[in-house]
């Protein structure tokens, strides 16, 4: 089976959830502490074994690339100063992976923009990191995800259990179980009414797919929202195909939310070397006032 090498970020949302946050500041640069939240994405694909990355961007985005371009006027001055240590963190962010960016002119959705992926990908299958969702744990979740690709030579989505309310704000899955972590999925709905809930397992956040997918895609009518919805081209795939599901090890942070940041700041933090003690102190002082 095809090994999979390319990755693809949509990172081109109006994040309208976390504004006023996200009105000239993507969303996908919010910090986890000191980092953006599209860096851990990277890193994740890359500690895959990913090599090429696409990050699909619209106006307004630019400071995504510069975050990953050198930047060398601040190289220079860390150098001068001897801050080898910085300067060293800050020249790994710019030879991470191969990153190419291309934009999409209208928020048409999530299939809209995957959409916009399909020269970069050509015939090859790729792996899909939302660029609000934030997993971290220590065996990346993008990989578990391609090596099931590479296991059963089907397209594949991470997916979790969640809340009866929850699932009517994502997708549900229907699935059947093939052992450990992993599922057959062979249908799904996105953002179900609570009469048409599949089970409780939602895709988050990361998926696998094979090139078809964009045939599928051009034939995607818009669905809920009035968006393309990449769930809706899935489904088709999971009807006709089968795809594999795999319930993933690591936590995931939605990064398009208000409470989701402050998740991913709080335990991101703690386990911080730098600041994780002394924030620990605070906090523990704190929660004695709630
Ligand atoms: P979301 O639906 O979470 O992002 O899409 P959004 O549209 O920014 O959310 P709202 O406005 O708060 O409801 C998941 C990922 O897909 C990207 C987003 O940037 C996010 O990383 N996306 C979404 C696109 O790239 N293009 C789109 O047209 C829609």
Same mark, same amino acid.
């Given at each position: ?71 060398? %006027? ?6 001068? @100063?001897?801050?080898?240590? +910085?300067?060293? $963190?800050? !020249?790994?962010?710019? &030879? =991470? ?52 690709? %590479? ?6 989505? @991470?997916?979790?259990?969640? +809340?009866?309310? $929850?699932? !009517?704000?994502?997708? &549900? =899955? ?52 009035? %968006? ?63």
């Amino acid at each position: 089976m095809q090994q999979v090498r390319k990755a693809v970020i949509p990172a081109a949302g109006l994040g309208t959830r976390v504004l006023p946050a996200s009105k000239a500041m993507p969303k996908e640069m919010l910090p986890i502490v000191d980092k953006p939240a599209i860096q851990y994405i990277v890193e994740e694909a890359v500690a895959a074994g990913i090599t090429d990355i696409l990050i699909i961007t619209n106006r307004g985005k630019g400071i995504i690339e510069d975050h990953f371009d050198h930047n060398i %006027e601040l190289e220079q001055r860390l150098e001068a @100063g001897g801050r080898t240590e +910085t300067l060293a $963190q800050l !020249q790994r962010i710019n &030879s =991470l992976a191969n990153i190419s960016y291309i934009r999409q002119k209208e928020t048409k959705g999530l299939g809209h923009a995957i959409s916009c992926a399909r020269s970069f990908v050509g015939d090859e299958p790729f792996a899909v990191l939302y660029g609000d969702d934030v997993i971290i744990g220590d065996d990346p979740a993008c990989g578990q995800l391609c090596r099931a690709y %590479e296991k059963y030579g089907l397209g594949v989505v @991470g997916i979790k259990e969640v +809340t009866v309310e $929850q699932i !009517q704000k994502y997708s &549900s =899955l229907a699935v059947e179980a093939l052992g450990g972590n992993e599922y057959r999925v062979s249908d799904m709905v996105e953002k179900p009414t609570p009469d048409r809930i599949l089970s409780l397992f939602s895709i988050l956040g990361r998926c696998v797919l094979p090139p078809s997918i964009f045939e599928i895609l051009e034939q995607t009518p818009p669905g809920a929202g009035g %968006e393309i919805q990449l769930t809706d081209a899935m489904c088709t795939l999971a009807r006709r195909d089968g795809m594999t599901g795999v319930d993933f090890t690591g936590i995931r942070y939605d990064m398009g939310n208000k409470l989701g940041i402050l998740q991913a700041t709080c335990e991101v933090a703690l386990k911080h070397p730098e600041v994780g003690a002394d924030f620990a102190a605070y906090l523990k002082e704190l929660a004695k006032t709630l």
